[in-house]
């Protein structure tokens, strides 16, 4: 499979409870983003990675959240103290840079629902 | 701030009929526009990328087209079929000047194609 994976498929978790999830991006691809999609709404940006380094957050990225991508391939998000305002699709992405002009490719995602 | 729009929300047709869904954005100063399908539950499949100096692309039953002097893009679907039914939504990544490494959507066209 050459696509971008997400792991795990689904999670439920207890408020409170913190939770990490996985994504393994396409192989040859240097560029990894992490969006949050909330019912009836489109993707919103989290964050993004070049190889291992995180070069942009978005406010939405509050200090519960923390993202890596330590050796420049798979990357982790991460959610301490989870709130019911975090139950959403969680998105990974991946590209690779081709000019100015490069299309992004989507995994399956990770359904969070915090009860 | 980037703003996309797309309208209708949702649409339903019958088997067999051409239709058109819209997307507007505020912001011309853009790298290019992508379209996706997202089936219920599932993550984001790319369908057509334009870039920001082309009119339009091409791909099967697909047509999509941008014009971004005016910050619209249309995606031409003929001759549906029940298994075009999935949420379509529009993408566009900014120029360097408006954060150039992430997407804005839209919140989707919600189509159903009945027998």
């Known amino acids: 499979d050459t696509g971008v994976s997400q792991d795990p498929r689904h999670k439920i978790t207890k408020r409170g409870q913190n939770v990490t999830f996985r994504c393994d991006p396409i192989s040859e691809h240097n560029r990894l983003y992490w969006y949050r999609q909330t019912l009836g709404q489109g993707p919103e940006f989290l964050t993004y990675f070049q190889n291992e380094a995180q070069l942009e957050k978005s406010r939405l990225l509050s200090d519960r959240f923390s993202a890596e991508r330590p050796k420049g391939s798979f990357s982790t998000l991460e959610i301490q103290r989870t709130e019911q305002g975090d139950s959403a699709m969680y998105l990974c992405?991946?590209?690779?840079?081709?000019?100015?002009?490069?299309?992004?490719?989507f995994g399956s995602g990770t359904r969070l629902t915090v009860v | 701030k980037q703003e996309v729009t797309q309208i209708p929300a949702a649409l339903s047709v019958p088997e067999g009929e051409n239709l058109v869904l819209n997307c507007s954005f505020t912001?011309?100063?853009?790298?290019?526009l992508q379209w996706f399908r997202q089936d219920p539950g599932k993550g984001l499949t790319s369908l057509l990328l334009i870039q920001s100096s082309q009119r339009e692309q091409t791909s099967g039953r697909l047509n999509a087209s941008l014009d971004k002097s005016s910050g619209r893009s249309t995606l031409y679907i003929a001759a549906s079929q029940p298994g075009d039914s999935a949420t379509y939504l529009c993408a566009v990544r900014p120029g360097l000047t408006g954060g150039g490494n992430k997407l804005t959507f839209g919140t989707g066209t919600q189509l159903k194609v009945e027998l």
């Open positions: 992405a991946s590209s690779i840079r081709q000019g100015a002009n490069y299309g992004y490719t």
């Open positions: 912001d011309s100063a853009i790298y290019n």
